[in-house]
């Protein structure tokens, strides 16, 4: 089976959720070599940032075994993620690094499509189903930053939940009228857009 | 529908459970505002710390959907929690200190009760239900100081989860021989005295 | 009914369960002596180190309640491990201090197997009992490093998850031609042999 025919057999929800768990996962190994983990540290950071906000939303839910036991792509994933960033770890930083940033949207989009529709799967309403949306993008980074000892990014210095939240919010308006596969196209697409616009004009949540 | 009706329609208990989700989810504002985090961070703490305790006392008895997820008052109070102290902050530190001190231990107390007898309607044993009604009602402050990134005040500062292990003991010594009503009051101004009287004559738990 | 009588009764396993418990419960105390908590704060971090990793486990793969709400000597051997390390405190870090070394292998090499055995019994994969083996066996130290406010130890300082790793690969090698018995006793084996030996030649993962 060739790489064309891999692609076009699968769905392109579940091909995102893959590339983006590799992607989230990258961040992770980021932080452990930062933080002067050894590579077992790096498998962890790699582990709990691509699937953390998932399982977080699957305990929560009781969707258990959680979705990482059932499928095994995830983990390898996650040991592609390691494998990729000790490879190319100086590439990473340089010439990699907006479209890691990218990869890293489109995955957050697609995260946050997959905990909605979970959480609309178990009869949960739509302000849950935003929240879940919510974690499953943005949690896997808090778990990361708690492990390497660090005040959460996500609490102080960017636009992140907040793109999930709109991606989540505008899902529910249109939800009703539009047929369901523009509904995700068009969610996945604000979330990356308030993400990428965000870390253009460097936008911040107002502090006190 | 005014609000008197409002309170005596409902429950005491319940009423004063989202009462003390609110307090709680105001000392979370209060740690997210010293930490400079924006308003989203605001949101999580204040959220981690109103229902942080009751949601792993859920996950781990298996009671999944967890409650916040079936009844949307308590997001509610998290984000008239976040409104609330942003609209006074000034008076929260001066004049309300002393009042959230108090409401703070009415959580406290109805809190642990809470989580008695959630346990014990899962056929758990009274070590168990003390267990879990102490960590329904200090665990929430708990995960907020983590994603602070500070060492828990619980572990080291204050009479907290004393004043819950102590309100549990006594509703289980007296639980046989009272009428219901009773054992849930009586143990809830344990909890509440206990706590109180430990502010004001700073108890401390021995170090070593 | 005396201890020895005790000791024959129930299972081997079970035996060095507890005692696991109660050493790494141990190992909680001491970080929260370092730490200046108090008795409580001793508690909590015994109980988290002795029983984290495998209430994790079970919390994803659903066995909730958790296994010990189910048993309390678990409980007990937590209590008892903050009681003993009170009295000894001076013992536990000189004479003492390599027999700790030595039952936190056993411990840790026991709880692998509870945790591969548990996986299995779900149902789950090779892989994903790996993975659980290991976190039953080590993320209880991860969550009493978070819990102090510490770097985890096992990120970056000593081969322990690694040994988890090793005795859970052995495991699968062996397991469809040996006897069952004698397939847990040598993966126990190879868990204490690749600890006891990285701590005696210094070994360790490497850092990028």
């Not at 962890?44 to 979705?67: Q, S």
């Not at 994933?77 to 990869?103: C, E, H, P, Y």
């Not at 000892?149 to 899902?171: Q, R, S």
């Not at 509904?183 to 965000?198: E, G, P």
Request: aromatic share 12%.
């Amino acid at each position: 089976m060739n790489i064309i025919t891999f692609f076009s057999q699968i769905d392109q929800i579940y091909l995102w959720d893959i590339i983006g768990t590799a992607v989230f996962g990258v961040s992770g190994v980021l932080i452990a070599m930062e933080r002067r983990m050894d590579v077992f540290g790096m498998l962890i950071l790699a582990f709990v940032t691509g699937v953390g906000g998932g399982t977080l939303r699957d305990v929560l839910i009781g969707y258990i075994p959680v979705f990482w036991m059932r499928d095994h792509i995830y983990i390898v994933m996650i040991i592609v993620s390691v494998v990729i960033t000790l490879l190319f770890k100086n590439k990473m930083a340089d010439q990699w690094g907006r479209w890691l940033l990218l990869f890293d949207a489109i995955g957050l989009g697609v995260f946050t499509i997959i905990g909605i529709e979970k959480a609309l799967r178990y009869e949960l309403s739509p302000t849950i189903a935003i929240i879940l949306g919510t974690m499953t993008g943005s949690f896997g980074g808090v778990i990361r930053d708690i492990l390497a000892n660090k005040l959460p990014a996500l609490f102080h210095k960017e636009i992140y939940a907040t793109a999930c939240i709109a991606g989540g919010t505008v899902y529910f308006l249109i939800n009703s009228f539009m047929p369901h596969n523009l509904v995700i196209f068009i969610t996945i697409v604000v979330v990356i857009a308030v993400r990428l616009l965000s870390l253009k004009y460097h936008w911040e949540l107002p502090k006190f």
